[in-house]
């Protein structure tokens, strides 16, 4: 698949890595529609670049989801590529973990990422060509303490790709996950601030805390994460379906 001229979504494309996939996209010659539930964000990634639209939508909610397909496809053709991007991220030891904040975590990034593909899975299968792609991480790989419902979560999306790529496998449409390691966002200044206010180290002490956790001794840049995005839609990645690539400097598992 060429991507020149396609139509991308891409969730969470206000911040982080979304918008460096959003950039990604449009610097490759992809029309990028963009979403999140802030719509200043989106205006400012929008406004760097002629091909990116950006609208509001809740992916934990479906009317929004499809609200928003019916937008942007009626104004900029069907999509091509989808990209589940957004996420959330909470902390605390599973013991003390509340049920509120479990279900906040799988409904945005479990089942948001499901109502965020699913009403394009019909129309790229039957026009035999399309990319989704789910932005999971490593912590749908392996274990990690105090993020039981993150974890969970991107587990769940790592099966959740699976299971579509299987059964579209035959049709031209490819689906993976990419799975960054700790990435310099604001995603990650949040669990800067709670580890923070939780132990009462120091902001470097809390850095160097999450960076040890990467071999090569650095975090990973959103960048990093939209290129290996990139090269999946693209015509050189036709025959990888089904996988979960790790972007995370040699962390093992
Ligand atoms: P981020 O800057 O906080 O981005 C998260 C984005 O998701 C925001 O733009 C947010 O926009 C959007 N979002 C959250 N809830 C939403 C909802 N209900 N509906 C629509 N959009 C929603 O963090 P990031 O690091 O770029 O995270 C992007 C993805 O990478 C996430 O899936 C995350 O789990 C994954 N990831 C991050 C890291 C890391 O260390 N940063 C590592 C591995 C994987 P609004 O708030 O405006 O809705």
Redesign the pocket.
């Known amino acids: 698949m060429q991507v020149v001229g396609r139509h991308a979504l891409v969730?969470?494309?206000?911040?982080?890595?979304?918008r460096a996939v959003a950039f990604a996209l449009a610097d490759a010659g992809v029309t990028v529609t963009i979403?999140?539930?802030?719509l200043e964000?989106l205006q400012e990634v929008a406004g760097e670049r002629a091909n990116i639209f950006a609208l509001s939508?809740?992916?934990?909610d479906q009317a929004s989801v499809e609200g928003l397909y019916r937008q942007a496809e009626a104004e900029r053709g069907p999509f091509d590529i989808v990209v589940a991007?957004?996420?959330?991220?909470m902390s605390a030891p599973a013991a003390k973990t509340s049920l509120e904040d479990w279900n906040k975590t799988l409904q945005?990034?479990l089942t948001?990422a499901f109502l965020t593909v699913q009403p394009a899975l019909a129309g790229m299968a039957a026009r035999k060509s399309g990319r989704v792609i789910f932005?999971?991480?490593?912590?749908g790989l392996k274990g990690y303490a105090y993020v039981a419902p993150y974890v969970a979560s991107?587990h769940g999306l790592i099966g959740l790709m699976r299971s579509l790529a299987v059964e579209l496998v035959r049709t031209g449409v490819t689906v993976n996950a990419v799975c960054?390691?700790?990435?310099e966002?604001?995603?990650?200044e949040?669990s800067v601030a709670r580890i923070v206010e939780k132990t009462g180290r120091s902001a470097a002490e809390a850095r160097a805390s999450l960076l040890a956790q990467n071999p090569h001794g650095r975090f990973i840049q959103?960048e990093e994460v939209a290129a290996a995005v990139l090269w999946l839609c693209g015509p050189g990645a036709a025959s990888v379906t089904g996988q979960a690539i790790s972007i995370s400097g040699g962390e093992t598992w």
Not at 180 to 183: A, D, E, I, L, S
């Open positions: 969730t969470g494309g206000g911040s982080g890595v979304g979403c999140g539930r802030r964000p939508a809740d992916v934990t991007n957004a996420g959330i991220a945005v990034n948001g932005i999971a991480s490593v912590a991107k960054p390691g700790y990435v966002t604001d995603m990650l949040q959103p």
